[in-house]
């Protein structure tokens, strides 16, 4: 069969990064930065010497327009950059051109931040602003976020030097858990990363091993990881408190765009859950163990009912015979067209759009070196276009992956007309869309394939589901305990190990046997980030949010189709609470999340059953 696996084509958002149509663009970059840096001025310069004949609303409205013209230029430029890049890094060209973007980008920074002085010193003139610019009423709720942002910035020259400590303090220590991680490795100098990937093998013996040895390197380690999370978490206590925080939850929820209330509903909800997920362990370590799958001489028997920590991954032994799905060797025409024909299942407009991408050359799907390995998604509001890129090798999870990446784009083009400043939504929505399609796809394999078949594709799903709703809970208990704790005083390696082995417990329980894994916090990287505390809790509200939402369309059928594309469209202007409560969800409530829950209760009864007749 035919496998013409593509590469995508850049041509109508720039031909090169040496063609005069970048060049061109990289100059009217730099003149609209040149542009708002004057408009920012003009305002301060009225502000200071003439505030009583300064008209702010109409200033506003010149800005606004300025400032959104510059950020399509930025991001356009960016994602070219970055697309330029990804599919040749042994380029120096591409490299120095993906710099040179991000150096020009910082100016962007300081714009911001005096932007957000002026509106301050000029709030009183807002309702004037909409009344005269109606045109600008869907701009409300992003004024205000930058309003509210002004409580929780210290003056102009402490942020410069928080800014600038930052890349010898915080960002240091980060980048000192990463190079020891990527520089770990085994007697054999088998790495790290290779030694993680063991996990998945379907080898018992080897995947208990190379547990025990990731274990074992990360101990020898322990001191440099725990000095580098104590410290960096030292700094983010103090900064949030010279910016106002009542703690590190209270930024990461307005990162978010979310409230406490919603959080405490899910939060509430995975934890009214944790029961059915213990229930779902238990029943593949008995799986496991019957069929010789485990190494671990307790896990899965009366006295040790949970798995042991290296098989939450261990694949389930594959049926014998031919025609499996899981096992087939998939064609790049066949995954289109796979995808194509799930996405039209859902809607004939999600439908006609997974067509025009695969028919405009937005996907770059063929394994060549120099290409960066893993998939991602790339949105262009020049011509409000997408680029997908994947490593396609003919595999289930390929699929998967496919109709994952382009359910961004599809978020993305249901955002088109909006605004460029419009684009940016939080963490929480962004995994939505992607998430959706990714569950219409697994549910109608579900639906069409053996019970051979559906045992191993149901352990799938739920192991993926269980670490974003199991481990990721874990994560937020740990790393909540670690803000409690450091807030008072220093931790060291053993604190660290003790609040890991505390929140293992709380979250999988009877679920894991006794041999878990302390060092989980030596290991993920997310933790080690300045920038991104509580790291963990969107991913959560994505999976369970995109379950709830496929539970609502099983329910309503077809129509619900346009609510839910004109949810994906108000993501980028509006909070998680009022996007949903426009398309008729109540996210703080617990039952809302109970929906989701619903469709893997269902998904975890199916298992066990089929598990026990196995």
């Given at each position: 069969?035919?496998?013409?696996?593509?590469?995508?084509?850049?041509?109508?958002?720039?031909?090169?990064?040496?063609?005069?149509?970048?060049?061109?663009?990289?100059?009217?970059?730099?003149?609209?930065?040149?542009?708002?840096?004057?408009?920012?001025?003009?305002?301060?310069?009225?502000?200071?010497?003439?505030?009583?004949?300064?008209?702010?609303?109409?200033?506003?409205?010149?800005?606004?327009?300025?400032?959104?013209?510059?950020?399509?230029?930025?991001?356009?430029?960016?994602?070219?950059?970055?697309?330029?890049?990804?599919?040749?890094?042994?380029?120096?060209?591409?490299?120095?051109?993906?710099?040179?973007?991000?150096?020009?980008?910082?100016?962007?920074?300081?714009?911001?931040?005096?932007?957000?002085?002026?509106?301050?010193?000029?709030?009183?003139?807002?309702?004037?602003?909409?009344?005269?610019?109606?045109?600008?009423?869907?701009?409300?709720?992003?004024?205000?976020?930058?309003?509210?942002?002004?409580?929780?910035?210290?003056?102009?020259?402490?942020?410069?030097?928080?800014?600038?400590?930052?890349?010898?303090?915080?960002?240091?220590?980060?980048?000192?858990?990463?190079?020891?991680?990527?520089?770990?490795?085994?007697?054999?100098?088998?790495?790290?990363?290779?030694?993680?990937?063991?996990?998945?093998?379907?080898?018992?013996?080897?995947?208990?091993?190379?547990?025990?040895?990731?274990?074992?390197?990360?101990?020898?380690?322990?001191?440099?990881?725990?000095a580098a999370l104590n410290n960096l978490k030292g700094e983010t206590v103090l900064l949030n408190r010279r910016r106002h925080w009542d703690d590190a939850l209270a930024r990461a929820l307005d990162s978010s765009r979310m409230s406490r209330a919603t959080l405490d509903a899910l939060i509430s909800s995975l934890e009214g859950a944790l029961p059915m997920w213990r229930t779902y362990f238990q029943a593949k370590a008995k799986l496991l163990r019957r069929a010789a799958a485990t190494a671990s001489a307790a896990a899965g028997t009366d006295k040790e009912p949970g798995l042991a920590f290296y098989d939450l991954f261990a694949p389930l032994p594959a049926p014998q015979g031919s025609g499996s799905l899981l096992e087939k060797k998939w064609t790049f025409d066949e995954a289109r067209d796979y995808v194509a024909a799930e996405y039209k299942s859902f809607s004939a407009e999600m439908g006609a759009f997974a067509e025009h991408a695969f028919a405009s050359g937005w996907i770059d799907a063929e394994i060549r070196p120099g290409k960066v390995g893993g998939a991602y998604d790339e949105d262009f509001?020049?011509?409000?276009?997408?680029?997908?890129?994947?490593?396609?090798?003919?595999?289930?999870?390929?699929?998967?992956?496919?109709?994952?990446?382009?359910?961004?784009?599809?978020?993305?083009?249901?955002?088109?007309?909006?605004?460029?400043?419009?684009?940016?939504?939080?963490?929480?929505?962004?995994?939505?869309?992607?998430?959706?399609?990714?569950?219409?796809?697994?549910?109608?394999?579900?639906?069409?394939?053996?019970?051979?078949?559906?045992?191993?594709?149901?352990?799938?799903?739920?192991?993926?589901?269980?670490?974003?709703?199991?481990?990721?809970?874990?994560?937020?208990?740990?790393?909540?305990?670690?803000?409690?704790?450091?807030?008072?005083?220093?931790?060291?390696?053993?604190?660290?190990?003790?609040?890991?082995?505390?929140?293992?417990?709380?979250?999988?329980?009877?679920?894991?046997?006794?041999?878990?894994?302390?060092?989980?916090?030596?290991?993920?990287?997310?933790?080690?980030?300045?920038?991104?505390?509580?790291?963990?809790?969107?991913?959560?509200?994505?999976?369970?949010?995109?379950?709830?939402?496929?539970?609502?369309?099983?329910?309503?059928?077809?129509?619900?189709?346009?609510?839910?594309?004109?949810?994906?469209?108000?993501?980028?202007?509006?909070?998680?609470?009022?996007?949903?409560?426009?398309?008729?969800?109540?996210?703080?409530?617990?039952?809302?999340?109970?929906?989701?829950?619903?469709?893997?209760?269902?998904?975890?009864?199916?298992?066990?059953?089929?598990?026990?007749?196995?």
């Amino acid at each position: 069969m035919s496998n013409c696996i593509p590469r995508w084509n850049l041509d109508s958002i720039f031909p090169d990064i040496d063609s005069d149509e970048h060049k061109k663009a990289l100059e009217e970059f730099s003149a609209a930065m040149d542009n708002v840096d004057a408009l920012l001025e003009t305002a301060d310069r009225f502000t200071r010497e003439a505030n009583a004949n300064f008209d702010f609303p109409a200033w506003l409205s010149s800005y606004l327009a300025a400032s959104d013209e510059l950020t399509a230029r930025s991001r356009t430029l960016g994602a070219y950059a970055y697309v330029s890049y990804s599919t040749d890094t042994t380029d120096t060209a591409r490299l120095n051109n993906l710099s040179r973007v991000q150096e020009l980008s910082v100016r962007l920074q300081q714009q911001e931040l005096k932007f957000s002085t002026m509106l301050l010193a000029h709030r009183a003139s807002l309702e004037e602003f909409y009344r005269r610019f109606p045109q600008y009423a869907g701009w409300r709720y992003l004024l205000d976020e930058v309003l509210e942002g002004t409580r929780h910035q210290m003056s102009a020259p402490e942020e410069k030097l928080a800014m600038d400590l930052q890349r010898t303090g915080g960002d240091a220590w980060g980048r000192l858990q990463e190079q020891l991680v990527s520089t770990l490795h085994d007697d054999s100098g088998k790495t790290f990363n290779e030694i993680r990937n063991d996990a998945f093998s379907p080898d018992a013996r080897l995947r208990r091993e190379s547990w025990g040895k990731e274990l074992e390197l990360l101990s020898c380690h322990r001191v440099s990881f725990a000095a580098a999370l104590n410290n960096l978490k030292g700094e983010t206590v103090l900064l949030n408190r010279r910016r106002h925080w009542d703690d590190a939850l209270a930024r990461a929820l307005d990162s978010s765009r979310m409230s406490r209330a919603t959080l405490d509903a899910l939060i509430s909800s995975l934890e009214g859950a944790l029961p059915m997920w213990r229930t779902y362990f238990q029943a593949k370590a008995k799986l496991l163990r019957r069929a010789a799958a485990t190494a671990s001489a307790a896990a899965g028997t009366d006295k040790e009912p949970g798995l042991a920590f290296y098989d939450l991954f261990a694949p389930l032994p594959a049926p014998q015979g031919s025609g499996s799905l899981l096992e087939k060797k998939w064609t790049f025409d066949e995954a289109r067209d796979y995808v194509a024909a799930e996405y039209k299942s859902f809607s004939a407009e999600m439908g006609a759009f997974a067509e025009h991408a695969f028919a405009s050359g937005w996907i770059d799907a063929e394994i060549r070196p120099g290409k960066v390995g893993g998939a991602y998604d790339e949105d262009f509001p020049k011509g409000h276009q997408s680029r997908i890129l994947l490593n396609f090798t003919g595999a289930f999870s390929d699929i998967i992956t496919l109709a994952h990446e382009l359910g961004h784009a599809y978020h993305f083009s249901c955002m088109k007309g909006k605004p460029a400043s419009f684009f940016d939504y939080p963490m929480t929505l962004a995994e939505t869309a992607s998430t959706f399609a990714e569950t219409i796809t697994k549910q109608d394999m579900l639906a069409r394939c053996s019970d051979a078949d559906k045992l191993r594709l149901l352990d799938i799903d739920l192991q993926d589901a269980a670490q974003v709703l199991v481990d990721i809970l874990c994560r937020f208990y740990f790393e909540r305990s670690v803000f409690e704790e450091r807030e008072n005083g220093e931790l060291g390696a053993d604190d660290f190990c003790r609040l890991m082995r505390d929140a293992q417990e709380k979250s999988y329980g009877s679920g894991l046997s006794s041999e878990r894994h302390e060092y989980m916090w030596a290991l993920k990287s997310h933790y080690y980030s300045t920038d991104l505390d509580f790291y963990n809790f969107p991913y959560a509200f994505g999976q369970l949010f995109a379950a709830a939402l496929y539970m609502k369309y099983r329910q309503e059928g077809a129509s619900f189709a346009a609510t839910y594309a004109a949810l994906l469209a108000d993501t980028g202007s509006m909070s998680c609470e009022d996007v949903c409560r426009k398309a008729g969800f109540d996210i703080s409530s617990v039952e809302f999340w109970k929906s989701g829950i619903a469709m893997y209760a269902a998904e975890v009864a199916e298992f066990t059953a089929l598990a026990e007749k196995a």
